[in-house]
């Protein structure tokens, strides 16, 4: 099957509805026009024809993006975030499946703490004595467009679809739009379900030849790259990987010039961290600012519990487990424990443990809490079978209305079935979502 046909396959206008319902509907994000779901539900399959219609004519212009800010902490600049319209957002998420599908045998997309299971099996394995980390000044704001689409000529040679990918990452973002804005010649918009993926492809080439090199190995999530080697090595590999990247458009800092950007250590002895975990000698731990957001967010909760007028108490204890154990919902796994489920310290667990306890005293309430402790064990050696972590998608349809009466709050005496769902995953998505502010300045 062609390029082209992969694409029709992926913009038949089944696949966009339940791409909107499965992807797009949960988020309430809304794009420049500011149209909401309530809106664009009036008169989605009329939008579903237009997406499919003008993508596979090559023709699809997609919309200016609204800028959202979010802060990496004092003294950074803050992340640029692109958010598209609802109709933006389901033309850029089959835009995405459809180059998964032809980048299939080429890209793996590892999630964190898989890789760092790989670090943790490097470091051990004793075969390296040093490593070298690297971040790349700028990365999504500095790949050049016609590199990217060169690299992309290379599996899609269709100008229809290469139209649609251009008219995607051209598209400028802005706080308000205005007539005078102009097309960006430049970057890839953060925050898209493509972005990603467009990423990847862009350094393809590079990945995959220090891969293959003998003697070291190499390691590349977004714009951090691990490399462990031997020592004699790493003067020669720091200027090969800011060599390539240079050729890219793309500027790693220099460990030696910028210390305090990228490094270089011995194994065993100096500490480093990757990808908001951090390793020392035999023990690997989260990052600190890490737990502090944790920490800051259960805070947040108890504290909006004693302000609040409702003072719910099971609600409260329903939300700080959630805290705790994260959850399984739409085929992932969410949450901080998940996330640093690859951490050997034991003993920030306890910590955090006592720290619960002192909440409980501090707010004077009375609640049962689960244990992060517990919910280590737990996703290390029952993972997928626990009942003790929720998984929101084996919920039938009582539980899902317990969960909404009990403690929501919502009335669904009147509801259909399928309005059940909706709100139960409307809530949950939420949820979800504030449970992943824990882990967003992890390092990555």
């Known amino acids: ?61 997609f919309n200016k ?44 997309f590892n999630l964190p703490q898989e890789m760092v299971v790989e670090v943790k099996e490097a470091v051990s394995s004793n075969a390296y004595d040093s490593y070298l980390k690297f971040d790349v000044a700028n990365f999504y704001p500095s790949i050049v467009h016609d590199k990217l689409i060169s690299r992309l000529r290379g599996k899609i040679r269709d100008k229809r679809i290469l139209d649609l ?55 590349r999530y977004v714009d951090d790259v691990l490399i462990l080697c031997a020592s004699s090595q790493t003067e020669k590999i720091s200027l090969e990987i800011i060599r390539r990247f240079k050729h890219l458009g793309l500027k790693v800092y220099d460990p030696k010039r910028n210390p305090e950007k990228s490094s270089t250590g011995s194994l065993g002895y100096d500490e480093f ?13 989260a990052r600190k600012g890490s737990v502090d957001n944790l920490r800051e967010s259960l805070i947040a909760i108890f504290t909006g519990y004693k302000h ?19 959850c399984i919902f739409q085929n992932k796994s969410k949450g901080w424990m998940y996330f640093f489920s690859e951490i050997t310290d034991e003993n920030l667990l306890h910590e955090l443990d006592a720290f619960l306890q002192k909440l409980i005293v501090r707010f004077n309430v009375k609640v049962n809490l689960k244990s992060f402790v517990r919910t280590y064990f737990q996703i290390k050696h029952y993972r997928r079978e626990t009942t003790y972590i ?55």
């Not at 430049?186 to 003697?215: R, T």
């Not at 108490?313 to 700080?320: C, D, P, S």
């Open 1 to 61: 099957m062609n390029s082209y046909n992969i694409l029709k396959k992926h913009f038949e206008t089944a696949n966009l509805r339940r791409i909107y319902k499965e992807n797009v509907l949960l988020s309430s994000a809304t794009g420049v026009d500011n149209m909401s779901h309530e809106i664009f539900w009036r008169f989605h399959d009329d939008e579903m024809n237009v997406v499919q219609r003008k993508s596979l004519n090559g023709n699809y212009d």
């Open 65 to 108: 993006y609204k800028l959202k800010l979010i802060s990496k902490g004092k003294g950074k600049a803050p992340r640029e975030i692109s958010i598209p319209t609802i109709r933006d957002k389901i033309a850029l998420r089959a835009t995405c499946d459809f180059l998964q599908e032809i980048y299939q045998n080429d890209l793996v």
């Open 165 to 219: 990918i251009s008219s995607a990452i051209k598209s400028p973002t802005v706080s308000k739009p205005s007539k005078s804005d102009i097309d960006s010649n430049c970057g890839v918009p953060q925050g898209l379900s493509v972005s990603n993926i467009l990423a990847a492809i862009y350094l393809l080439n590079i990945d995959k030849y220090f891969s293959k090199l003998d003697g070291i190995k190499y390691f």
């Open 273 to 285: 961290g990757y990808l908001g975990y951090y390793f020392q000698g035999n023990v690997v731990t």
């Open 308 to 326: 609040s007028q409702l003072r719910n108490a099971e609600f409260l204890e329903w939300r700080v487990n959630l805290r705790i154990t994260g």
């Open 390 to 444: 929720p998984n929101f998608d084996n919920y039938d349809l009582e539980k899902k209305i317990h969960v909404l009466s009990y403690y929501f709050k919502k009335d669904t005496s009147n509801m259909t079935e399928e309005e059940v769902n909706y709100h139960f995953n409307k809530r949950i998505a939420k949820q979800v979502k504030d449970i992943e502010t824990d882990i967003k300045d992890a390092g990555y």
